[in-house]
């Protein structure tokens, strides 16, 4: 299958793309979502190889895509975060026998030279019909065009 696209947003608060690249092997599981079309694109569309633009949201002026991410799971997988009590995002209703949330694996590939502002991006009249610069788009994770991705990379000063 065609290497698939995508923007997935992170409070750099709560996980930013310098805590990825730290992590080990530079590899994240991506749990805590919570929204029922974000965990269908990871179910049915996310595939192993496809690219990440790593979006930092709520950080003020510093709000737009800071970096470059590579799914690096076969295929998603149950949130184990949502059978815990403890955590934050614990869900009474998903059990290991149903699970109802997923996650996937994403990798640390490389930062932007300079990080592309949300202001920057709905500047850009060629990158209008992208979904993070439209009016009550607000999912933490979309799929991207391939010239978005593409044009956004560019602007961020880095090529594949």
């Known amino acids: 299958m065609a290497r698939k696209y995508w923007l997935m947003k992170s409070e750099p608060d709560a996980f930013s793309f310098e805590d990825l690249k730290n992590c080990p092997k530079k590899t994240e599981h991506w749990d805590g979502i919570r929204n029922y079309q974000a965990r269908n694109f990871m179910r049915d569309d996310m595939q192993k190889g496809d690219w990440v633009l790593f979006y930092h949201s709520n950080a003020g002026a510093e709000t737009g895509v800071v970096g470059l991410a590579e799914i690096v799971s ?69 799929p991207v065009e391939k010239k978005h991705f593409d044009r956004v990379c560019k602007m961020g000063g880095v090529s594949l």
């Open 74 to 142: 076969k295929e998603a997988y149950p949130d184990h975060t949502a059978w815990d009590k403890k955590e934050k995002y614990y869900d009474e209703k998903s059990t290991q026998e149903n699970p109802r949330w997923l996650m996937v694996d994403v990798k640390y590939k490389k930062a932007l030279k300079t990080p592309v502002t949300l202001k920057e991006l709905k500047a850009q009249k060629s990158l209008a019909d992208m979904k993070v610069v439209q009016r009550g788009q607000r999912l933490s994770i979309q």
